[in-house]
C-alpha cells in the first residue's frame, strides 16, 4: 500500500510541475490553484508513505515518476522537444524507479 502512495504522489508531482509552467510565475489564478492542490497532495501522499518505506528508495521513485511524468506530458501536450535521446532517457528513468520500487522494502 505504501507503494502505491508514492505513485500516486509521483503522478501528483507531475501534476503540480505542469502547473507551475502553467501559472507563468503564480500569475494566473487556476493553474496556481491547481499547483498548490498538487503539491499539497503530492507531499502528504509522499509523507505517508515514508512512514513504512525508506527515503532513498521513496524519495527516488517519487522524483523519477515526476520526472518522467512531466517531460512525457510536455512533449504530448505542450510541445516540448521529442528526440530519440530523451526518450530513451526518460524510459531509463522508469527501468530505474521499477528497479527502485524492487528493491524497497516495507518495515
Known amino acids: 500500500m505504501a507503494w502505491l502512495l508514492v505513485v500516486v504522489a509521483g503522478l501528483l508531482e507531475t501534476g503540480f510541475a505542469v502547473c507551475l509552467k502553467l501559472s507563468h510565475g503564480f500569475t ?4 496556481t490553484i491547481a499547483f498548490a492542490a498538487f503539491a499539497v497532495g503530492s507531499f502528504g501522499l509522499l509523507t505517508m508513505a515514508l512512514k513504512k518505506l525508506d527515503v532513498g ?3 527516488a521513485v517519487w522524483t523519477g515518476i515526476g520526472a518522467a ?3 512525457v506530458y510536455g512533449m ?3 510541445g516540448d522537444l521529442v ?3 530523451k526518450i530513451v532517457s526518460i524510459s531509463l528513468v522508469i527501468l530505474g524507479v521499477i528497479g527502485l520500487q524492487l528493491s524497497g ?3
Not at 494566473?28 to 493553474?31: G, I
Open 83 to 85: 528526440s530519440t535521446l
Open 28 to 31: 494566473r489564478l487556476w493553474p
Open 69 to 71: 511524468g512531466t517531460a
Open 105 to 107: 522494502s516495507a518495515h
Open 57 to 59: 528508495p521513496a524519495y
Open 76 to 78: 504530448v501536450f505542450l
